[in-house]
């Protein structure tokens, strides 16, 4: 009550004080009233000049705040500018460094001129030396520091054996290596042409086909710059005449007939060691040891280049992965990785092995050896699922690396589309992939068989510039080709298999095209993502397919037609082929079902015990349409596919042999995995060539009765030339190229009299 009272009061005395001043005002004369108010606004103005001075000097200090925390955030976030400001600021800071370092020593130089000459006295040089130690100690940071990053930051829940991997590797690759002609590789021996990562590309010249004579491939075809020279094979041990350890590996795994000059392997790894790209098509079981040796060997070779540090560390990519191998199954990877083992040089250690043995290794130790190619291609663990990194020092190795710290990664189609994901999703991880510098794709034929587009999906993020600088990128020690955005050019791609086919041209050839653009979703950046992903592949100046700039070596043996002789031993009356025509690779399926339609299925309809394989790897969409049709006709028939259980393969099997269903339809894909036995068949139809030639002898050596029965094969002779080729031989499928829609070829044992 007190203080309402008070305020009462108050208010009553300010209200007579401001009725006295109004009432003195009105008495003032108008001179007096201006004289007040003009000393009114001045302190007013006054007053208004320093919240102004106050305010200015708090805005400065928080811009010098602004400024430094810029500072801090700039060096902590380096990722977040592009590769090419980094580059451009670094290259302009050490520049700029470079001339004041240069200009302080002719300050020295003529300081000490000063000093003999003139003999300055010594307190004048007193006063000098500090003013020098000032300078010296306000110079700025050094931007190699600020923009070098360490793996030490990479992960501070790191393990301790992983501290102690990478400090070993750091000590490791410090030490100089004790090997003779370890400043001149190359002063010995066979040529290297490891050093052609480092150099800029040839200019583009005319590429041309040309045969080369070979004594142990019937067809060596080489694809390249026409004015080429290429050398000849040395001995296998010349080749690492820069290593004694691994060219005294060489010489205790081989024989003396391997290691001569004349020998499949020393050839084969010649045209390896030049870095062209390789297709081997005679990869079989019987060739497997050959030929897994000898890219083992080479990427063994390759991965110690690229960990010498003396007398010049060779510069790097993005990122440390520089090889990837892609296997069909985990029986693969493990053979693979223990021949590259067995070739690595000074390997005393090795981490992981059993975890390796276990996940990868035989499951049946008595197993039975392989007897021929299927059961080779599935001895072991068929597991297609699966993604491992490998890293190497000096003297050690570690399995089941991250991928950023490894140097090999090992993978299925499927595992490595399980972490690039695909075109359609948001947040991809493909970044590891920007520097390889080989891709191996072991046993190709078998790769088409599980998923093809997997692997394409794969083949396009390989070596496409990160869209943020990795932090365990040294921005000094960058290769040209990569700050070029040219990587592919240098890339070398090894593919194996047995046969060859024309998709598997994609794994040499980038010629890929942007994605058509979708309608506005909810979500817009996911199609933008993929935009951007495909971009640098797809941008080209001169439209042409990104490929390697020294060539491809296609290693072969002409077809001679083996497949159809073999079914005329069987003792088969004809072998007829119809041929279709398409417009394009894309209207092959509508082509060849009109045609089994109105040609085909007329005369072949009445035919009992009609076995009808659908040839492709990816021949499950003819496979439905003809399952349909057969419903649509009322035809009585079953089926054996790729997605079919024990039950109803039994079912089918059973029906067909019993003459309950007069038409059984089966598929490439599902024989190539299950290799099962058909037994009735009276007659054969092939849909589309096959892509395995065993699969058309193996089929024909189910007839119930050979002297009665005809195969016939429904076949496009211009998309499947490769197939066909390899079943009729060279000679017979170009009789076949210039063929008219609908013309029948028969061709008559000519065992029959």
């Known amino acids: 009550m007190a203080k309402k009272r008070h305020h009462q009061v108050f208010n009553k005395k300010s209200s007579k004080v401001k009725g006295a001043k109004a009432k003195r005002k009105?008495?003032?004369?108008?001179?007096?009233?201006?004289?007040?108010?003009?000393?009114?606004?001045?302190?007013?103005?006054?007053?208004?000049?320093?919240?102004?001075?106050?305010?200015?000097?708090?805005?400065?200090?928080?811009?010098?705040?602004?400024?430094?925390?810029?500072?801090?955030?700039a060096k902590k976030k380096k990722e977040s500018k592009t590769p090419y400001q980094l580059l451009l600021e670094s290259l302009e800071a050490e520049h700029g460094k470079e001339n004041m370092s240069s200009d302080d020593d002719e300050d020295d130089e003529i300081d000490d001129d000063d000093i003999v000459m003139e003999e300055v006295p010594e307190d004048e040089l007193a006063d000098e030396v500090p003013d020098s130690d000032e300078d010296a100690e306000e110079e700025p940071e050094d931007w190699k520091d600020v923009l070098k990053t360490t793996e030490e930051s990479d992960d501070e829940e790191e393990e301790e054996n992983d501290e102690n991997e990478d400090a070993s590797i750091k000590k490791d690759d410090n030490k100089i290596e004790d090997e003779p002609n370890s400043e001149n590789p190359t002063s010995k021996g066979a040529e290297d042409h490891f050093p052609s990562f480092f150099g800029s590309v040839p200019e583009s010249k005319e590429w041309t086909r040309k045969h080369i004579p070979t004594s142990h491939w019937t067809s060596c075809t080489f694809t390249g710059s026409s004015g080429e020279e290429r050398s000849s094979p040395s001995k296998l041990p010349e080749y690492f005449t820069d290593n004694t350890l691994l060219q005294d590996k060489v010489k205790e795994t081989f024989t003396k007939k391997e290691l001569s000059k004349e020998s499949q392997e020393t050839e084969l790894f010649h045209y390896l060691n030049a870095y062209n790209d390789i297709h081997v098509t005679d990869h079989r079981w019987e060739s497997n040891e050959r030929i897994r040796n000898m890219y083992a060997l080479h990427i063994a070779n390759h991965i110690r280049k690229t960990r010498v540090k003396e007398p010049k560390?060779?510069?790097?990519?993005?990122?440390?992965?520089?090889?990837?191998?892609?296997?069909?199954?985990?029986?693969?990877?493990?053979?693979?990785v223990n021949r590259i083992f067995k070739f690595y040089p000074k390997l005393k250690q090795i981490g992981n092995t059993a975890r390796l043995k276990q996940e990868y290794g035989p499951e049946d130790e008595?197993?039975?050896?392989?007897?021929?190619?299927?059961?080779?291609?599935?001895?072991?663990?068929?597991?297609?699922?699966?993604?491992?990194?490998?890293?190497?020092?000096?003297?050690?190795?570690?399995?089941?690396?991250?991928?950023?710290?490894?140097?090999?990664?090992?993978?299925?189609?499927?595992?490595?589309?399980?972490?690039v994901g695909s075109?359609?999703?948001?947040?991809?991880?493909?970044?590891?992939?920007?520097?390889?510098?080989?891709?191996?794709?072991?046993?190709?034929?078998?790769?088409?068989?599980q998923n093809w587009n997997h692997l394409q999906e794969c083949l396009q993020v390989l070596n496409v510039q990160p869209a943020k600088m990795p932090e365990t990128c040294d921005i000094y020690n960058l290769r040209d080709s990569y700050i070029n955005k040219s990587?592919?050019?240098?890339r070398q791609t090894i593919v194996t298999s047995n046969g060859t086919f024309p998709d598997m041209r994609v794994a040499f050839h980038d010629k890929f095209t942007l994605p058509k653009k979708k309608k506005k979703t909810l979500d817009e950046n996911v199609e933008e993502s993929s935009m951007q992903v495909l971009e640098e592949i797809a941008k080209n100046v001169d439209s042409r397919p990104r490929r390697n700039f020294r060539g491809l070596m296609e290693l072969s043996n002409a077809a001679d037609g083996t497949p159809m002789k073999t079914g005329f031993s069987w003792g088969i009356a004809r072998q007829m082929f119809v041929v279709t025509r398409a417009p394009s690779a894309g209207e092959i399926p509508e082509s060849m079902f009109e045609t089994f339609k109105s040609r085909v299925w007329p005369t072949a309809g009445g035919l009992e015990r009609l076995l009808i394989v659908v040839s492709g790897n990816d021949g499950y969409g003819d496979f439905c349409r003809l399952r349909q049709f057969f419903q649509d006709e009322g035809t009585n028939y079953g089926f054996c596919h790729e997605y079919s259980d024990h039950k109803e393969l039994s079912k089918s099997r059973k029906e067909f042999f019993d003459g309950v269903n007069r038409v059984l339809l089966i598929t490439e894909r599902w024989w190539f995995l299950r290799r099962y036995k058909i037994k009735g068949a009276g007659q054969i139809l092939f849909y589309g060539v096959p892509?395995?030639?065993?699969?058309?002898?193996?089929?024909?050596?189910?007839?119930?009765?050979?002297?009665?029965?005809?195969?016939?094969?429904?076949?496009?002779?211009?998309?499947?030339?490769?197939?066909?080729?390899?079943i009729v031989g060279t000679q017979q499928a170009l009789s076949m190229q210039d063929a008219k829609p609908n013309k029948i070829f028969s061709i008559v044992n000519p065992n029959t009299t």
């Not at 560390?313 to 693979?336: H, M, N, Q, W």
Request: glycine fraction near 4%; proline fraction near 5%; aromatic fraction near 10%.
């Open 487 to 490: 990587g592919r050019l240098y």
């Open 313 to 336: 560390p060779p510069k790097e990519g993005f990122t440390r992965v520089k090889c990837l191998i892609v296997a069909p199954y985990r029986s693969a990877a493990y053979d693979i």
């Open 26 to 73: 009105r008495q003032l004369d108008p001179e007096e009233l201006a004289f007040i108010e003009a000393e009114n606004r001045a302190g007013d103005l006054k007053n208004t000049q320093v919240v102004v001075e106050k305010q200015t000097k708090e805005l400065n200090k928080l811009e010098k705040k602004a400024e430094a925390d810029l500072e801090k955030v």
């Open 691 to 726: 892509e395995t030639p065993l699969l058309y002898s193996d089929a024909l050596s189910w007839m119930k009765v050979p002297s009665r029965c005809n195969a016939m094969t429904l076949l496009e002779p211009k998309y499947e030339a490769c197939a066909l080729e390899a």
């Open 423 to 449: 075109r359609e999703e948001k947040n991809r991880d493909f970044d590891f992939l920007s520097s390889v510098d080989i891709a191996v794709f072991d046993r190709a034929d078998a790769l088409r068989m």
């Open 366 to 419: 008595n197993e039975a050896e392989p007897t021929n190619d299927y059961s080779h291609l599935m001895y072991g663990r068929n597991d297609d699922q699966f993604r491992f990194g490998i890293s190497f020092t000096t003297h050690s190795a570690k399995l089941f690396t991250q991928f950023y710290k490894s140097d090999i990664i090992v993978c299925s189609p499927l595992g490595l589309r399980m972490v």
